[in-house]
């Protein structure tokens, strides 16, 4: 399994945002988070991604325990959230650069020119990140996050501040990317694109999770 959750908690104070989840993503699969703003979609996928701690529960990533092998299962996972992880003053060659020596990424230099041009981004190779548009960041961010060849992408709401094209771009991305065996996991409001893209979907509300399939119609706060 890619992802195995089960029995997670967590919370922040007095106040519990995940409550008792159970579940697993299986390889190849592409679930879609719905839920309102604060249901606990982020909080979920920065306990996948290993930037937040579970207060109970197990999680494993591509059979590594977040707990016990946590930098063995973080270098499972790529990540693209709303702060994109990008130094400002650093180019898009630059920063890739620099991720891909943290995770050891080998012909590092024909790897970064790869990606670059899956994301459209060759000829602003040299460009400072703030001297970017907003699209474009996005678009750099998504190519940080799949770097190092993950076995898991997380995307927190990944459409947001790209043009139609881009999206149709993250799209045939995506849909290469579960076609290849390795598996996705992305929040949206965007209901019909959520569906659109995803095989398995899912509402948190109220810290848990309520499952159905993808044909199904999901409004935010769960089935209609």
Same mark, same amino acid.
């Given at each position: 399994?890619?992802?195995?959750?089960?029995?997670?908690?967590?919370?922040?104070?007095?106040?519990?945002?995940?409550?008792?989840?159970?579940?697993?993503?299986?390889?190849?699969?592409?679930?879609?988070?719905?839920?309102?703003?604060?249901?606990?979609?982020?909080?979920?996928?920065?306990?996948?991604?290993?930037?937040?701690?579970? %207060?109970?529960?197990? #999680?494993?990533?591509?059979?590594?325990? $977040? *707990?016990?092998?946590? =930098?063995?299962? /973080?270098?499972? @996972?790529?990540?693209?959230?709303?702060?994109?992880?990008?130094?400002?003053?650093?180019?898009?060659?630059?920063?890739?650069?620099?991720?891909?020596?943290?995770?050891?990424?080998?012909?590092?230099?024909?790897?970064?020119?790869?990606?670059?041009?899956?994301?459209?981004?060759?000829?602003?190779?040299?460009?400072?990140?703030?001297?970017?548009?907003?699209?474009?960041?996005?678009?750099?961010?998504?190519?940080?996050?799949?770097?190092?060849?993950?076995?898991?992408?997380?995307?927190?709401?990944?459409?947001?501040?790209? %043009?139609?094209?881009? #999206?149709?771009?993250?799209?045939?991305? $995506? *849909?290469?990317?579960? =076609?290849?065996? /390795?598996?996705? @996991?992305?929040?949206?409001?965007?209901?019909?694109?959520?569906?659109?893209?995803?095989?398995?979907?899912?509402?948190?509300?109220?810290?848990?999770?309520?499952?159905?399939?993808?044909?199904?119609?999901?409004?935010?706060?769960?089935?209609?």
């Amino acid at each position: 399994q890619a992802v195995e959750v089960s029995a997670l908690q967590k919370g922040y104070g007095d106040l519990p945002v995940l409550w008792d989840l159970d579940f697993s993503l299986g390889w190849g699969e592409f679930l879609v988070l719905f839920g309102a703003n604060g249901s606990g979609k982020t909080t979920l996928l920065r306990v996948l991604g290993g930037q937040a701690r579970p %207060d109970e529960g197990t #999680v494993r990533i591509a059979g590594y325990d $977040l *707990r016990r092998r946590p =930098a063995a299962a /973080r270098r499972q @996972v790529g990540v693209v959230a709303h702060s994109g992880f990008l130094y400002d003053d650093l180019s898009c060659s630059e920063n890739l650069t620099f991720y891909g020596r943290l995770y050891g990424v080998e012909n590092l230099k024909e790897r970064v020119a790869e990606v670059l041009e899956r994301v459209g981004l060759t000829h602003r190779a040299d460009r400072r990140v703030r001297n970017l548009s907003h699209g474009m960041q996005k678009r750099l961010a998504i190519a940080r996050a799949i770097l190092h060849q993950p076995s898991l992408l997380l995307l927190d709401e990944p459409e947001s501040g790209l %043009d139609r094209e881009s #999206v149709t771009a993250l799209a045939d991305l $995506l *849909r290469e990317w579960t =076609a290849s065996g /390795r598996s996705v @996991v992305m929040t949206t409001h965007n209901v019909d694109l959520g569906l659109a893209w995803g095989d398995k979907v899912a509402v948190l509300s109220h810290g848990r999770l309520d499952f159905a399939g993808a044909g199904d119609y999901l409004g935010v706060g769960g089935k209609q």
